[in-house]
């Protein structure tokens, strides 16, 4: 169930093994070989691990992370919109 959760995490570290092996405290080569073991299906304690699932969820947080920048420019420019409205 760790080697699960920990190949999980690396997901939440955009993707980034050497980073969650750190915080796990592994080595960064034991990591990979479970991530490339649930890939395959053959992890134990993954069953429910699905790469297009897991591939799928990563860009859910991409798109995520671009909708909030999109947002943020559009309330700016509607700022702008209003500011230039007010004094011309």
Request: aromatic share 6%; no cysteine; proline share 1%.
């Amino acid at each position: 169930e760790f080697k699960a959760e920990a190949v999980k995490k690396i997901a939440d570290n955009n993707g980034n093994v050497s980073a969650t092996a750190k915080q796990l405290g592994i080595a960064m080569q034991t990591l990979s070989n479970w991530q490339n073991k649930a890939n395959q299906g053959k992890l134990i304690g993954t069953e429910q691990y699905d790469p297009d699932l897991m591939s799928a969820l990563q860009e859910i947080k991409q798109l995520k992370r671009q909708l909030k920048v999109a947002e943020e420019e559009r309330e700016i420019l509607k700022k702008a919109t209003a500011y230039f409205a007010r004094n011309s």
